[in-house]
């Protein structure tokens, strides 16, 4: 029997929730959520579905005006690729939307290639990378469990149910600062894991 240490991340309490995205998104520096080296057989295509959850005509345009080093949307083995801050694709995160996060960093390359690597193991359910945003964490990227919880409890379930490499190092992440967005419409489109 295995058990499993479970982190439960919040945000602060203490903090009043009256901060509107669409204002925090205007407050946050840069235009760009992060680089990736582009590596094997990775495509543009791909890594528009994987970050943002879509590749509508708009969004490759956009993508590519970023990135005016690239000439098609095929393999550029080497390149290195700016991911845009999309803002008119940005998402409201509920306060009490409940997250099961496999890995957390700060870093998108690293948790980029790192998604690409276990999202189609055996025996694992549905992974997504999701990239949030906001003013007193800035940006940061999940790779998380494609379902929304509706309790911190249901996501423990979800936890103990994972092949235990990963369920060591999963953390349920709730309560999150009323600034938050994410970027991938798949998730925002979700179910909650209780809706049938």
Same mark, same amino acid.
């Given at each position: 029997?295995?058990?499993? +240490? &479970?982190?439960?991340?919040?945000?602060?309490?203490?903090?009043?929730?009256?901060?509107?995205?669409?204002?925090? /998104?205007?407050?946050?520096?840069?235009?760009?959520?992060?680089?990736?080296?582009?590596?094997?057989?990775?495509? =543009?295509?791909?890594? $528009?579905?994987?970050?943002?959850?879509?590749?509508?005509?708009?969004?490759?345009?956009?993508?590519?005006?970023?990135?005016?080093?690239?000439?098609?949307?095929?393999?550029?083995?080497?390149?290195?690729?700016?991911?845009?801050? $999309?803002?008119?694709?940005?998402?409201?995160?509920?306060?009490?939307?409940?997250?099961?996060? &496999?890995?957390?960093?700060?870093? /998108? %390359?690293?948790?980029?290639? %790192?998604?690409?690597?276990?999202?189609?193991?055996?025996?694992?359910?549905? /992974? =997504? &990378?999701?990239?949030?945003?906001?003013?007193?964490?800035?940006?940061? +990227?999940?790779?998380?469990?494609?379902?929304? +919880?509706?309790?911190?409890?249901?996501?423990?379930?979800?936890?103990?149910? /994972?092949? $235990?490499? +990963?369920?060591?190092?999963?953390?349920?992440?709730?309560?999150?600062?009323?600034?938050?967005?994410?970027?991938?419409?798949?998730?925002?489109? %979700?179910?909650?894991?209780?809706?049938?």
């Amino acid at each position: 029997m295995a058990i499993v +240490f &479970l982190y439960v991340i919040t945000a602060d309490a203490s903090k009043p929730a009256s901060v509107d995205a669409g204002k925090a /998104l205007e407050k946050i520096p840069g235009s760009v959520l992060g680089t990736i080296s582009m590596k094997g057989k990775m495509t =543009l295509w791909w890594i $528009l579905e994987n970050i943002y959850g879509e590749t509508g005509k708009e969004i490759t345009q956009q993508f590519t005006a970023a990135n005016p080093q690239l000439k098609s949307s095929g393999n550029t083995q080497g390149v290195v690729i700016q991911v845009p801050l $999309l803002r008119d694709k940005a998402r409201p995160v509920k306060q009490d939307t409940v997250i099961v996060a &496999l890995d957390k960093s700060k870093n /998108l %390359e690293a948790v980029y290639h %790192e998604f690409i690597n276990v999202k189609d193991r055996a025996n694992m359910p549905q /992974l =997504l &990378l999701l990239s949030l945003l906001n003013r007193r964490e800035g940006r940061q +990227f999940l790779i998380a469990l494609n379902q929304k +919880f509706t309790t911190v409890q249901e996501a423990q379930a979800a936890v103990n149910r /994972l092949p $235990l490499e +990963f369920a060591a190092k999963a953390q349920v992440l709730s309560k999150w600062d009323a600034d938050t967005v994410l970027f991938n419409r798949k998730y925002a489109l %979700e179910k909650k894991s209780n809706e049938q």
